[in-house]
């Protein structure tokens, strides 16, 4: 008899805070500087150093827990989580096991079918993050680099609540977007800033109790995370289909190869020794810090969302895509609150903008143009000092350098030319060179002018306006 089953997935979803220093000690966080080069004794695990907590982190902590209707612990304590590892340079890591500093929150997200369903939220805590290893396999040797040793992160725990990887999927966009509000974390997932360990068991639909989980770890991609799951979930039916035993055990994901295979037998938290840790004091959360950070919490995506349909004559589809990014929306209402209609606005965000990132391959937290340059373009455009296609080019450079569109048209000579003589003359000389698409015209051939007007926008270097050639082409034949 066939049985059907259910898929039980809980997340542990690790965040690198956006802070400019580490979690304990004065290091830059900033990405990509050379190995070894922002580290100190108190990060690379010096004896006799001794770390001392960075107010941002606990304040980044808490807005998340309150922005995912979380309880705030006003009373904890850090831990110090016992195990030996080379990118652990202490051989224990600072994290927080018995008092985390949230607890008890969740998350709506839509379903398939159009429902909304809550994720719980068990709990959120601080921590540090590990260096980071890099194997070399033409020297055969493994290198580390202590650069991100003691980054701060919050890890959110979440209940054993999604069915699917479409609702994990969900929640981690949900998730996303509500500390990229914010200004938490980037959560830019390539450069690891945002990055998931999966919890999954299978059971047979309508069992109560859950079956042996395995933890996939540090997954850093939606692509990979989808597979993973799927993968894990075919794995684990084949093995109780087969009569055999799900192992709890932690295993890596080869996305390249899509398949897992196993790390190590899942360890508990007394394989840890966790204590508390005795060179830092607890974190007491006064009525006054809770009201502060309260205070500071942005519009959220759905309230932006509902104002931007009431504020704005813009369609549903573009105010859900321009809010998906918040750096999207922060330029979308800067340019605007400058004088620019919202529906031009967004053209070029939807239309140039999307176009170019997904074209070389960039996020919306690269973006560079200012909303001061894509408003005086979309002026220039409006008041016919350039036409279309150049204001795309124009664009194209502004997209690249934030260069100020004014100065660059009239440096490169960009100018529509709205001279009638000496455009008269160009649209003459296209129609005696190009007798064929004359006469294919007279005959009723409508699209033949479409040839011409490019013919004559051509000799006029595109610095004619296109509806200014169209409508002398048209008298002139």
Not at 114 to 140: F, S
Not at 214 to 223: G, H, V
Not at 311 to 316: K, L, N, S, T, W
């Amino acid at each position: 008899m066939y049985k059907e089953y259910e898929t039980v997935i809980g997340l542990e979803v690790h965040v690198e805070l956006a802070t400019r220093t580490k979690i304990f000690c004065g290091c830059s966080t900033a990405f990509g500087a050379e190995p070894n080069t922002q580290t100190c004794p108190v990060c690379t695990g010096m004896p006799g150093s001794l770390p001392v907590l960075n107010r941002q982190v606990l304040e980044y902590a808490i807005a998340v827990g309150l922005a995912t209707n979380c309880d705030i612990t006003r009373y904890s304590k850090f831990d110090r989580k016992n195990y030996f590892y080379p990118d652990n340079p202490q051989n224990y890591q600072i994290s927080q096991l018995y008092l985390p500093i949230c607890r008890n929150g969740g998350v709506e997200i839509e379903t398939a079918g159009g429902g909304v369903k809550t994720v719980g939220i068990h709990e959120i805590h601080m921590e540090e993050d590990a260096g980071k290893l890099i194997h070399d396999e033409w020297e055969d040797c493994s290198l580390v680099d202590y650069n991100r040793s003691g980054v701060p992160l919050i890890e959110i725990v979440s209940e054993p609540d999604m069915r699917s990887a479409e609702e994990v999927i969900a929640y981690l966009e949900k998730l996303r977007l509500v500390i990229q509000y914010l200004g938490a974390s980037d959560c830019k997932l390539q450069e690891g800033s945002m990055r998931a360990d999966v919890n999954l068991s299978v059971r047979e639909m309508g069992t109560k109790a859950f079956g042996t989980r395995t933890e996939m770890k540090n997954l850093n991609s939606f692509k990979a995370i989808t597979r993973a799951i799927e993968g894990e979930r075919e794995r684990q039916i084949e093995l109780i289909e087969a009569g055999e035993s799900v192992v709890q055990e932690t295993r890596r994901w080869d996305d390249a190869r899509g398949e897992s295979y196993a790390m190590r037998s899942k360890e508990d938290a007394q394989d840890y020794r966790y204590f508390p840790d005795p060179d830092l004091t607890p974190v007491s959360v006064s009525d006054k810090m809770l009201d502060e950070i309260r205070a500071r919490q942005p519009e959220f995506r759905t309230e932006k969302m509902k104002r931007y349909k009431e504020e704005f004559d813009i369609p549903a589809y573009d105010i859900e895509i321009i809010t998906g990014e918040k750096p999207l929306a922060d330029i979308f209402e800067a340019t605007v609150a400058l004088g620019s209609q919202p529906k031009k606005v967004s053209n070029w965000l939807m239309g140039e903008t999307l176009r170019l990132m997904k074209e070389r391959e960039k996020d919306a937290s690269d973006l560079c143009f200012s909303p001061e340059n894509l408003a005086k373009l979309i002026a220039l455009t409006d008041a016919k000092v350039i036409n279309s296609s150049v204001a795309k080019e124009v664009f194209e450079v502004m997209f690249e350098k934030d260069i100020d569109p004014e100065k660059y048209v009239e440096e490169k000579g960009l100018k529509t030319v709205n001279d009638e003589g000496a455009l008269k003359k160009t649209v003459e000389d296209v129609i005696a060179a190009n007798p064929q698409s004359v006469e294919d015209y007279r005959n009723g051939k409508e699209k033949a002018i479409g040839f011409l007007v490019g013919q004559t926008m051509k000799a006029m270097k595109g610095k004619a306006d296109p509806g200014a050639v169209n409508r002398m082409l048209k008298e002139l034949l």
